[in-house]
């Protein structure tokens, strides 16, 4: 049993996180609200806390963390809108990039585990799926405060996880809507909507990412990993089995090319992460899409 610090607690990994770690830790959970969005960990047995900490506050954070003493820090918070990130550079760069400054630094000076996401969204996409040592070159500035992120802890810090996934999807309380949670909505309300070919990656149910990032904690594992679901398809192969899953009609979906699109932040199109290190670490199993859908089915949250 370890003392185990979540930040971004109430974000779709956030409350995963709390979810599988609860089970066997005593957690502090901390985000921007006031409150826990689940009105309680599902699985907690024993010591559960939450507090609002914005991790830009250094002082706050190291009032809680030299008073709760984890072993082991795990950032899940994050400015995660990519488009939003191109228009609010400021707010990026502070919550991206010094945010992780404080915890990484606050984890050197008391000795902690961080345990830090970043994304897929580090490399230009020419060329994926990734994996762990090609060289990153992002497209937009949300990845581009990521890998300065990713720099920040292995330059100051030994005991630490860099976990990279990408497409997080799942069902979560008051959670901002993740690629599936749209297209589901979309379809039940028979709208026609138009998903982009050419933008390939391989989505990652937000669960088994937490189930993922337990099993690394539990094995002491240091450095970067990429942790991801197993299927690559496009967006548009994607929502295609979304549909099939929830039997919405599949006609309603119609494709369309990233440069139709005008997104804000440019998109790597042949993104996603290849999982062959992950597979050697771990006894979890990285789901498919199918297998990941039909968990999102047979799970109210
Ligand atoms: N979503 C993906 O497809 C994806 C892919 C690869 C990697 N990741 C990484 O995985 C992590 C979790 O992603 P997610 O999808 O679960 O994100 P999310 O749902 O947006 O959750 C992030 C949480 O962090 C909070 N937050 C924002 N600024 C903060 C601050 N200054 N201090 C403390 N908390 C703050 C957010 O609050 P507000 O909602 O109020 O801003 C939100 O609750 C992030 O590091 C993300 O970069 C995500």
């Given at each position: 049993m370890k003392n185990v610090f979540i930040t971004g607690a109430n974000g779709l990994l956030g409350q995963k996180l709390v979810e599988v770690f609860s089970s066997e830790n005593r957690i502090l959970a901390s985000d921007?609200?006031?409150?826990?969005?689940?009105?309680?960990?599902?699985?907690?047995k024993g010591f559960f806390e939450y507090e609002k900490i914005d991790i830009l506050d250094k002082e706050k954070l190291e009032t809680f963390i030299s008073s709760f003493k984890p072993g082991v820090i795990i950032n899940?918070?994050?400015?995660?809108d990519v488009d939003g990130c191109e228009v609010e550079k400021d707010k990026a760069w502070k919550v991206n990039v010094e945010g992780v400054k404080n915890l990484a630094f606050l984890c050197k000076e008391f000795k902690i585990k961080l345990v830090h996401l970043s994304t897929?969204?580090?490399?230009?996409?020419?060329?994926?799926?990734?994996?762990?040592d090609e060289p990153p070159n992002p497209l937009g500035y949300y990845g581009l405060t990521k890998l300065e992120s990713e720099k920040i802890i292995k330059n100051n810090l030994t005991d630490y996880i860099i976990v990279r996934s990408n497409v997080l999807y799942g069902k979560g309380v008051k959670v901002k809507k993740n690629f599936v949670l749209w297209v589901i909505d979309k379809l039940k309300n028979n709208e026609n909507i138009k998903i982009v070919t050419d933008q390939l990656n391989n989505p990652t149910l937000a669960f088994n990412l937490a189930q993922a990032i337990s099993e690394l904690v539990e094995k002491n594992f240091v450095g970067t990993v990429n942790i991801a679901g197993s299927e690559y398809l496009s967006r548009y192969d994607f929502a295609k089995k979304i549909a099939l899953k929830f039997k919405?009609?599949?006609?309603k979906i119609s494709s369309i090319k990233t440069e139709e699109l005008k997104q804000k932040a440019p998109r790597p199109q042949k993104g996603g992460l290849k999982i062959d290190l992950a597979k050697k670490l771990l006894s979890t199993k990285l789901l498919n899409v199918d297998e990941g859908l039909e968990y999102m089915k047979n799970n109210p949250l």
């Open positions: 921007l609200q006031p409150e826990f969005f689940p009105s309680q960990p599902k699985i907690s899940s918070g994050a400015y995660t897929d969204y580090i490399f230009d996409g020419k060329n994926g799926p990734y994996s762990e919405f009609n599949k006609m």
